[in-house]
């Protein structure tokens, strides 16, 4: 099982040298790039605007519902809201939900390609095939933070909806709230996290779909198996970026 | 010229290919044929460099794979027309841009130039008014040609075809089989199709390698097979009736 495990981390580091060795032309490749941008950025916004919006208005009312104590002042509703949702919803919570929408759409589709011998035909050819399909993806993904951006932003905007309009704080109280001990770095923090998850939410869900085996069942097993995979990774990064960013 | 000298692969201790020698001449349709199990696909993806063999060479009019360097192999493997069983077209793209990939992917052409020369190999497939469909809204035997079309649109010297007639009706399975001995004499290409279908094997069999369980059983023309003794031969070639009859005509002839 550990020999089994080891062997497919190592096949995985093997795999992310083969991407960058004989890059496919530029003409071709600034195409599949536009593509994957659509299919994995553009694609997702409507999704990823509409959770965080929501998301962030809950975890207002949440707040307020739980500030009890009258000496509690209610400016803290925002300042929690911009807390959660800037350090730990948008930038992990939505790279989970990623991982289900972009990772088992990465998975299938490149798992469908190896089963009707696609990737065969491109190798056969001549092309790089990992290049090919996963390259573009990566490049793509670079955007990811441009999507985690709007989730923070849509987050507090849903939290500050859902306070003031729900009558759980005043406006006033949720900017000063919002803007309170604002530390900048936490911004950085949250990209250089959205950034590596970018990178695993490309190649993990790339990797169960290019060396997966057998038909259409498999292909539907390996998108379960990359979408807990890449979630597990994503959690433990943020484990291990926390620490090292955070923590001392 | 495709030279393999005794190759021989095994996958988890199993010995599927046992030593296969054959040559696969230029400007002929080479067939391999054998019972499933008896190795063909594997032999099939050992001279497509999918498989590599424990032993043994495969060369390339000289050209020995394994002791290519990868910038060797992937120019060698621009040189080769593969058509797949299931045609393996690129779902997303339409028939147009299918044929025309090998051609952006290596040439430097325009795109009127790449335009033209898929018109052109479109149309000797006789495929005039599919250039905007998708590969899903294709018939099969129109899928296949136009994986033959993208399979010969770089004018490649070697020509593989794994069981091209798999999935289509008689009169579809003559065309395609016409066509790819058509096409290899026209550009003299090395052809090497794996088949069962032993229609094919009557009709286009120039040079056909008859494996049994990894092992070279039998080889020689269309023409032989009639006349050989060969039991392993006889028994798989002739296990119909209807071939048996026409063995049977063609020796009374």
Redesign the interface.
């Known amino acids: 099982m550990l020999i089994r495990y080891i062997t497919q981390i190592g096949r995985y580091f093997l795999m992310l040298k083969e991407i960058f060795n004989k890059q496919t032309k530029w003409s071709v490749m600034k195409n599949l790039i536009f593509k994957e941008i659509d299919d994995l950025i553009i694609g997702s916004l409507g999704i990823v605007a509409f959770i965080s919006f929501f998301v962030g208005g809950v975890v207002a009312i949440q707040t307020a519902l739980n500030l009890t104590n009258p000496l509690i002042p209610k400016y803290l509703i925002g300042f929690a809201t911009r807390q959660s949702v800037i350090l730990e919803f948008a930038p992990t919570f939505i790279s989970v939900i990623m991982a289900g929408k972009m990772g088992s759409f990465i998975t299938s589709s490149i798992g469908t390609m190896r089963v009707t011998e696609q990737i065969d035909a491109l190798e056969v050819m001549g092309v790089n095939s990992l290049n090919y399909l996963v390259f573009p993806k990566i490049i793509a993904l670079l955007l990811y933070p441009f999507l985690i951006g709007i989730a923070m932003f849509l987050g507090v905007l849903g939290g500050w909806m859902a306070g003031v309009y729900g009558g759980f704080t005043s406006s006033d109280e949720f900017i000063n709230g919002a803007q309170m001990d604002f530390i900048p770095f936490h911004i950085i923090y949250a990209f250089i996290k959205t950034l590596i998850f970018a990178m695993l939410l490309a190649t993990i869900p790339s990797f169960h779909g290019y060396y997966m085996k057998g038909g259409a069942l498999e292909v539907g097993r390996a998108s379960t198996v990359s979408f807990v995979w890449t979630s597990v990774t994503i959690i433990l990064f943020n484990y291990i970026l926390t620490q090292l960013l955070l923590g001392s | 010229m495709i030279e393999v000298k005794n190759v021989e692969k095994s996958f988890g201790g199993n010995k599927i290919l046992k030593g296969i020698s054959t040559v696969f001449e230029t400007g002929k349709t080479n067939l391999i044929i054998g019972q499933s199990g008896s190795g063909k696909t594997v032999l099939l993806k050992s001279l ?3 498989h590599t063999p424990e032993s043994g060479t495969i060369s390339f009019d000289g050209r020995i794979y394994s002791e290519l360097n ?2 060797e ?6 040189e ?1 027309g ?1 058509v ?3 045609s ?4 997303s793209m339409t028939v147009a841009e299918n044929v025309g ?2 051609l ?3 040439t430097k052409d325009n795109n009127s130039k790449i335009q033209e020369r898929v018109d052109f190999v479109l149309k000797r497939v006789n495929l005039t008014d599919a250039h905007k469909k998708l590969p899903s809204e294709i018939s099969g035997g129109m899928q296949k040609r136009v994986a033959i079309a993208r399979a010969i649109v770089n004018n490649p010297k070697y020509l ?1 075809c794994d069981e091209p007639n798999s999935g289509l009706d008689p009169n579809t399975a003559i065309l395609i089989d016409n066509l790819i001995k058509e096409i290899t004499e026209e550009y003299n290409i090395t052809t090497v199709i794996n088949t069962h279908d032993m229609n094919s094997v009557m009709e286009i069999g120039e040079k056909i390698l008859f494996l049994k369980d990894g092992l070279k059983a039998w080889e020689g023309s269309k023409e032989e097979i009639f006349r050989t003794d060969n039991e392993a031969v006889v028994a798989f070639v002739y296990s119909s009736n209807l071939f048996k009859k026409v063995r049977e005509a063609y020796l009374k002839d």
């Open positions: 497509l460099g999918i990868p910038d192999k992937r120019e060698l493997r621009t080769i593969m797949f069983q299931g393996a077209l690129f779902d990939f090998p952006r992917m290596f593989f």
